[in-house]
């Protein structure tokens, strides 16, 4: 069964942190990218960070500095560390999987409530 799996969202006050974890079930194979995106009430989805397979980075100018992504391929999970969270990262943050052959897969979301 294929499925992408996030945890680890919730209500935290400006200043706080959160850890969000997403994991890829057995049934994706040929894992590449994976990344975060969010998603604040009225906007479009954006996304936050990305990392390759070899662990080369790439983050949304509004979080470098705050957040941290990283990934276990053995586990075929991926992590966001989020430090320092303010108001404006209020959202529904996705997971996304991408594969080598077989597209992109979404996680169902997890919500991330910053209050100030």
């Known amino acids: 069964q294929v499925q992408v799996v996030e945890s680890g969202g919730g209500l935290v006050q400006a200043g706080g942190s959160l850890r969000l974890s997403c994991a890829a079930s057995r049934g994706i194979f040929g894992i590449s990218v994976m990344g975060w995106y969010r998603q604040a009430p009225g906007k479009q989805r954006e996304l936050v960070a990305m990392?390759?397979?070899?662990?080369?980075?790439n983050y949304a100018d509004s979080v470098k500095g705050r957040f941290t992504i990283s990934r276990d391929n053995a586990k075929n999970t991926v992590y966001l560390q989020m430090n320092s969270l303010k108001p404006e990262d209020t959202g529904v943050y996705y997971c996304?999987?991408?594969?080598?052959?077989?597209?992109?897969?979404w996680g169902q979301g997890t919500q991330v409530t910053v209050s100030s």
């Open positions: 996304n999987v991408g594969t080598v052959l077989t597209g992109s897969y």
């Open positions: 990392i390759t397979t070899s662990s080369g980075t």
